[in-house]
């Protein structure tokens, strides 16, 4: 490994929430981004006006995190740019079914969206950076649900959990090359995905998280703008967890559950 990492970013699910907050704070940190575009264009275009705003280059290309060939758009971006340096995996989705009645259509389409495509873009990004040979940073954002389990979320539970262990596995092989893999588990975090504003991080109350609000989309790509930095360069393998303290009342609150505690 040679030379210094490029200062070139792909971050797909960018066109909102915790996407769009980590292309712009990457942007802000000097790097080029390259957002991938689903379904929310406009969106999108919006987040790509914005780095460009903090003077950095920004190309955008159609991607399906489902679809086999969802690898490819790194390859695309990254041609486009000039290099990679950083993948962060944002884009995800989910779905809410007791696992007697969950449809094998919906399982399989949570896992390609949640585990296949980030392992595909990773793939990708890290033959890119290994050929490159200047190292490189691979952050998977996954949830407290890599960690501990949620009613009627088996698929996603599933997949994140997935993702979580597919990141160690990533970093053991890609060390050698320079390359660090870490994850990013966020908790309840205001956002579209969780039908929220993100103002909604300071002005909506949770009693049962320890901080006592949900979180807001600029305090999960902090983390992601910290494993992305020089500051981070010993750190791999890893999973933070940016949940308020969520995971902390996991064993707590079973004495002062009512019965509705099963129901989905």
Avoid at 59 to 66: G, I, L, T, V
């Amino acid at each position: 490994m040679s030379g210094t990492l490029p200062r070139i970013a792909v971050v797909t699910g960018a066109d909102s929430g915790i996407g769009r907050a980590t292309a712009l704070l990457l942007a802000s940190e000097g790097f080029d981004i390259g957002l991938t575009v689903h379904e929310d264009e406009e969106g999108a275009r919006r987040t790509a006006s914005d780095v460009e705003e903090r003077g950095q280059r920004c190309a955008m290309e159609p991607f399906d995190a489902a679809s086999p060939t969802a690898g490819e758009t790194v390859d695309r971006l990254a041609d486009r740019l000039g290099g990679i340096g950083v993948l962060v995996n944002v884009a995800g989705t989910g779905t809410s079914s007791p696992v007697m009645l969950l449809d094998l259509a919906d399982w399989n389409s949570t896992l390609a969206t949640d585990l296949t495509g980030p392992f595909l873009c990773a793939r990708h990004a890290a033959r890119r950076m290994v050929a490159q040979g200047q190292g490189g940073r691979i952050v998977n954002v996954t949830s407290v649900h890599e960690h501990v389990p949620r009613l009627g979320s088996a698929a996603y539970c599933a997949a994140k959990a997935g993702l979580g262990m597919l990141t160690k596995v990533l970093a053991l092989e890609l060390a050698e090359h320079g390359i660090t893999v870490n994850a990013v588990a966020p908790g309840e975090i205001a956002t579209e995905m969780t039908g929220q504003d993100e103002e909604d991080a300071w002005r909506t109350e949770r009693r049962g998280n320890p901080l006592g609000r949900p979180g807001h989309v600029n305090e999960v790509a902090s983390v992601i703008g910290f494993l992305a930095s020089p500051r981070a360069t010993y750190v791999t393998g890893s999973s933070y967890a940016v949940d308020g303290g969520l995971m902390l009342m996991s064993a707590h609150g079973h004495d002062d559950a009512d019965a509705g505690w099963r129901t989905v």
